[in-house]
């Protein structure tokens, strides 16, 4: 099938799941961070304390995603999605009215479970699922819609920003939410039931079965790849969170640093689609492990950055782990695993990912309050990406002989 036959038949499904990737930027983590500098201003927090909120209301949806993304196994996409992003509006217009600091950690929780959570959750469950020969191909279009809102939301809301009241930016995210929703119905109007597509598809994973998730729970291989899943999320949260006060130590405007983003997302559409074409000939097995090395090599290059042009050559590799990142670990647990209980062993792995994003602010700003810079902080987390990589390495190498038994 050629690639734009591919695109013209699954139209719906692969633009429903671009859409939800698209609007869940409101609950991540780039998009929450430009308004790091005003919301601190407004309640007069610390680094340590606005990370130290920004880790509470994100814990708080990661273990809450434990149960709710298993509900991806039960309903429809185009039910269940239109609920989350109503919520996801609801938690944006919170956040445009919050009226003191301890309101905070629960419409932090509000967007991060929303968001982050739930919307990117469902959308990679469901194209994980719906896609089993092209699943890398899928998987690398759905997660365009990340890409462009790392490249297109951070600019245009830090010039609004400059402009407008950063509360009624918030309504702005809010009412996008809700104009998502009827376009999701749409797209999605002759959808199966995620039963019935789990049952026909019949893609099984190691020692050709469905493994459930108590059973994920005792494997090694999930505790092996616990490092892969935290680090990205951890260390990448923590980059885009202290956005502005790496640009300050570093002697930027946050504008300046912020019109990297297109740069990085150009890398990272590149790598998205690399990985997804290689996911499909190779597998996962043999790719996890490697997707890593882009991470160390950025925050290297970053730490050591000088000038806004070593900078962008920092977040262009970034982007090239951070591209990968957005197929090869859905694709992953539905290699390894099985599709049958897709949406409670992804529910898993997004809340230990969840988890990772909750502590990497939480981390580096109580580290930036006791006088380690953030710029610091990158020699340490270099390290880290290495360690977990390798750790990748022997899980995948033990497992690859289980995947051959796969029928």
Not at 23 to 45: H, N, P, Y
């Amino acid at each position: 099938m050629t690639y734009f036959r591919f695109l013209r038949e699954n139209a719906p499904w692969l633009t429903a799941g671009v859409l939800l990737t698209l609007v869940s930027s409101f609950g991540q983590t780039f998009f929450i961070s430009i308004f790091a500098g005003v919301i601190r201003q407004e309640f007069d927090l610390s680094h340590g304390a606005w990370g130290g909120i920004y880790t509470i209301g994100t814990t708080a949806s990661a273990i809450v995603m434990i149960w709710a993304g298993v509900l991806t196994d039960r309903f429809r996409v185009r039910h269940l999605g239109a609920v989350v992003l109503f919520l996801l509006a609801v938690a944006c217009l919170l956040m445009a009215a919050v009226p003191s600091v301890w309101a905070l950690p629960f419409v932090i929780f509000g967007l991060r479970f929303t968001g982050q959570g739930m919307i990117d959750h469902t959308a990679v469950v469901s194209t994980a699922r719906w896609f089993v020969a092209t699943r890398g191909r899928a998987l690398s279009i759905v997660a365009m819609g990340f890409a462009f809102g790392q490249a297109v939301l951070p600019l245009t809301f830090v010039a609004l920003l400059a402009v407008t009241h950063w509360r009624i930016l918030w309504v702005v995210a809010a009412v996008l939410s809700l104009a998502a929703i009827p376009v999701l119905i749409a797209l999605l109007r002759n959808e199966r039931t995620p039963q019935s597509i789990a049952k026909e598809t019949h893609a099984v994973g190691m020692e050709g079965r469905h493994w459930k998730r108590p059973e994920i729970i005792r494997h090694w291989l999930f505790w092996l790849m616990i490092p892969t899943l935290v680090g990205p999320s951890a260390w990448g949260t923590a980059l885009f969170f202290q956005q502005v006060h790496l640009a300050e130590v570093k002697g930027w405007e946050h504008v300046q640093f912020v019109a990297l983003f297109p740069l990085f997302t150009l890398t990272s559409v590149v790598s998205t689609f690399l990985s997804g074409w290689a996911l499909d000939r190779f597998g996962t097995n043999r790719l996890m492990p490697l997707y890593l090395l882009p991470y160390s090599a950025a925050f290297l290059i970053l730490a050591s950055a000088q000038s806004l042009f070593t900078a962008a050559v920092g977040m262009m590799v970034l982007g090239f782990g951070v591209g990968a990142g957005s197929t090869l670990p859905g694709a992953f647990w539905a290699e390894h695993f099985g599709t049958r209980n897709l949406g409670a062993i992804k529910a898993l792995a997004t809340a230990v990912m969840v988890f990772g994003s909750a502590i990497g602010p939480g981390i580096s700003g109580y580290l930036i309050d006791f006088g380690v810079a953030f710029p610091d902080q990158m020699i340490g987390i270099c390290i880290y990406f290495i360690v977990a990589a390798a750790l990748a390495m022997i899980g995948v190498r033990r497992a690859r002989p289980r995947l051959a038994l796969t029928p």
